[in-house]
């Protein structure tokens, strides 16, 4: 259970039994209720954030910004794809707070804003590869 009523004084009172308004009903104080998460606004947003790094090439661009901020064309070149499609892989992570953009005449440059996602990823990534190798818990079908 994430969560459960507590004796509190906050709780709602009812007439002879102290009750707390939980997920739209009433419940008795120390009652258990369905789970409810904490937070489940940061959930959400957890969710957003994984949703975009659900794009290989967006991955492979945040490890190429992860030591310095780098041009679209330099960038589309390193991993071989091309300038409109980097482009826009860049915006997707730019909207979602991953990456800034820097103008300098025509030229556009990307750095990390957060580069601790880059840390998450290579955790990710480290995963997969004791999977591959056969090291630590497998997925069974």
Request: contains cysteine.
């Amino acid at each position: 259970m994430l969560f459960h009523v507590t004796r509190s004084r906050t709780a709602t009172a009812a007439v002879g039994e102290r009750t707390a308004a939980v997920g739209g009903r009433t419940a008795a104080v120390g009652e258990r209720t369905a789970a409810v998460p904490p937070d489940d606004v940061a959930f959400r947003l957890h969710a957003e954030l994984c949703k975009v790094l659900t794009d290989p090439k967006r991955l492979l661009l945040i490890d190429a910004l992860r030591h310095d901020e780098q041009c679209v064309g330099d960038l589309a070149e390193q991993i071989g794809m091309s300038l409109p499609n980097a482009s826009q892989h860049l915006s997707v992570l730019r909207h979602a707070g991953l990456v800034a953009a820097r103008r300098e005449g025509t030229t556009v440059f990307y750095r990390l804003v957060e580069p601790r996602i880059a840390d998450a990823c290579d955790l990710v990534h480290q995963i997969i590869a004791d999977r591959r190798a056969g090291v630590g818990p497998s997925v069974e079908a």
